[in-house]
Nanobody, 124 residues
Framework: RLQIVQSGGGSVQAGGSLKLSCMISGYNYDRNCMGWFRQAPGKEREGVAAIYTGNGRTAYAASVQGRFSISQDSRGVYLQMTDLKPEDSAMYYC???????????????????WGQGTQVTVST
């Protein structure tokens, strides 16, 4: 299993920016998938963004396209969030899957290892 430790998050006013980080270790393969998900109270977990380390391909939910950016390096995966809106408030989780097959979809069922979650709150 991969070891995942999240950091970042917090509270910000609408229009502001935050960056989430996720340090991941224990990989045995070069081609892996990493993703970010979020879950607001009373709502289902939603896929936000994903990236494939094999070729750098990315995928985004329509609700965050153009505002959020996912990136990765040898240490982990990151989510830069800009122009934040109150509806972006949620618990954010990073996830990783070793030796994955990239589909371009952001599905929680495709990921085996998860971070502990970090809260993002956007106020008006």
């Amino acid at each position: 299993r991969l070891q995942i430790v999240q950091s970042g998050g917090g509270s910000v006013q609408a229009g502001g920016s935050l960056k989430l980080s996720c340090m991941i270790s224990g990989y045995n393969y070069d081609r892996n998938c990493m993703g970010w998900f979020r879950q607001a109270p009373g709502k289902e977990r939603e896929g936000v963004a994903a990236i494939y380390t094999g070729n750098g391909r990315t995928a985004y939910a329509a609700s965050v396209q153009g505002r959020f950016s996912i990136s990765q390096d040898s240490r982990g995966v990151y989510l830069q969030m800009t122009d934040l809106k109150p509806e972006d408030s949620a618990m954010y989780y990073c996830a990783a899957e070793e030796g994955c097959f990239w589909t371009g979809k952001i599905r929680a069922s495709d990921f085996s290892d998860w971070g502990q979650g970090t809260q993002v709150t956007v106020s008006t």
